[in-house]
């Protein structure tokens, strides 16, 4: 709990993945990629509850083996065009005892326990109605160009010239977690983006997010890295 309210904790986990088939039960430094964030949401202070929301029974087995609780998700709301709007209201809407809803994606395996309960914090002591991780990125976009329609560049913000050391610091959403206040949200219809949001923010190294092979051995690389480090304490 926080603030005398409930935490409920969302993992939304289906079975396919176009980008990296079965990516969510691929093992990764020694487990299933999908275990890592259970785990951190386990390990969590603050968490009364995980969800693993999935339309795949070895995930589900996984969920239920670990402590979490397995919600099976219909085939229509586990397609690569379902929207997490939906699987959050599948999981959350009717219910009473929910006070806080994080939504953690199973393709951030380096955010950790530490990480959510820093991030629930955050929103505890805000005066946003959610909280959503970022890193700070070395790309502007002062500094970014489309292609139109003649094949010719245009800024995709209109400057004068500009240099780099005089641009504002800029920051992209990592996926790793959104926390906010259930009323809120479902006020927003679900949609995180259409609430008044808070950064946290996390380092770039831990912000790796798995949708290909080359992401899914980066991740992997840093987790070897780090567990022969705590091995070596």
């Known amino acids: 709990m926080i603030n005398g309210q409930q935490v409920v904790a969302l993992i939304p986990a289906r079975s396919g993945s176009k980008g990296l088939p079965g990516k ?24 009364d509850q995980v969800i693993v929301s999935s339309d795949g029974e070895e995930v589900l ?41 994080v939504y953690l994606q199973p393709t951030s395996p380096l955010r950790t326990a530490t990480h959510i309960d820093e991030a629930l914090t955050h929103l505890a002591t805000t005066s946003a109605e959610a909280v959503v991780s970022v890193y700070q990125t070395r790309l502007s976009p002062e500094l970014m160009y489309r292609m139109n329609g003649k094949e010719q560049l245009e800024p995709v913000v209109p400057h004068q010239e500009v240099r780099r050391q005089d641009l504002p610091p800029t920051y992209v959403l990592n996926g790793a977690i959104y926390a906010g206040f259930t009323p809120a949200l479902m006020r927003a219809s679900y949609h995180f983006g259409l609430m008044k949001i808070a950064a946290y923010v996390m380092s770039e190294i831990e912000s790796v997010d798995i949708d290909d092979l080359s992401d899914f051995e980066e991740a992997q690389a840093i987790m070897e890295k780090r567990r022969h480090s705590y091995d070596q304490v």
């Not at 219909?74 to 005892?97: C, W």
């Open 24 to 47: 969510n039960t691929l093992p990764i430094a020694g487990a299933p990629l999908v275990v890592w964030t259970i785990r951190s949401a386990l390990d969590s202070q603050f968490i």
């Open 61 to 101: 087995e996984l969920a239920t083996d670990l402590g979490a609780t397995p919600l099976h998700r219909p085939s229509s709301l586990a397609t690569d065009s379902s929207h997490a709007s939906e699987v959050i209201r599948h999981a959350i809407e009717g219910r009473e005892d929910c006070g806080v809803v």
